[in-house]
């Protein structure tokens, strides 16, 4: 686990900060479609993601969902930060976008490790302005651009996590996590294929330009 740790954060941590990781930490291997957070529950690790992707999402009083924000390598979660700090419960639901391999640390240490290492109280900051720029990001796209402008954007995020150009989620999963309608996404779906931009498969959609 420590040579994984110096690749993906050694940038970040000294070498005395690494090995403490690598001594309290825990490995973790996850599928697609694993629920690490869920809304309501007590958080007792944070995660440090070595590869993969997580998709963070919230929801409303009917239990529809929204999709929030994607972690990737090299991330933490501010959502996660909060809760640990101030041992709340969790407002959002983090489920790995794809397979992923991460780092649980103990909530035990957040604090001291802000107290003894520098580079750590600054990799919490970057964390929280990171993701509250997304989190603007999505409110933006919600408050001023049409859906087809959302769902374009939607797609680019996925692609580029793929990272072979497709996107494997139904046009009822993509609608939950945009909080629309499924036939609103199809319709929006055929539109953009007719511009060229992607191509519907049975399975899967294929973007061609985004």
Not at 156 to 176: C, F, L, M, P, W
Not at 189 to 196: A, I, M, Y
Request: aromatic share 8%.
């Amino acid at each position: 686990m420590i040579q994984e740790l110096k690749t993906n954060f050694g940038h970040l941590f000294e070498d005395e900060l690494l090995h403490e990781i690598n001594q309290v930490g825990t490995y973790k291997e996850v599928p697609e479609g694993f629920k690490l957070i869920e809304i309501g529950s007590y958080v007792k690790v944070m995660p440090l993601l070595i590869s993969g992707a997580i998709k963070i999402l919230r929801e409303d009083n009917d239990g529809d969902e929204l999709l929030l924000y994607f972690l990737e390598k090299g991330d933490t979660c501010a959502m996660t930060l909060s809760c640990c700090l101030g041992q709340t419960k969790s407002e959002i639901r983090a489920i790995s976008e794809t397979e992923a391999k991460l780092i649980m640390v103990p909530i035990q240490k957040m604090e001291e490790w802000s107290a003894n290492y520098k580079s750590w109280r600054k990799f919490v900051f970057a964390s929280y302005h990171n993701r509250l720029n997304e989190m603007l990001s999505t409110i933006d796209s919600i408050a001023f651009l049409k859906m087809d402008e959302r769902l374009l954007n939607y797609l680019g995020d996925k692609a580029r996590i793929s990272k072979d150009g497709i996107v494997h989620n139904t046009h009822q999963e993509i609608a939950y996590e945009l909080h629309t309608s499924r036939v609103v996404v199809s319709r929006l779906l055929k539109k953009l294929e007719n511009l060229g931009k992607i191509e519907l498969h049975r399975n899967y959609i294929l973007i061609k330009e985004i």
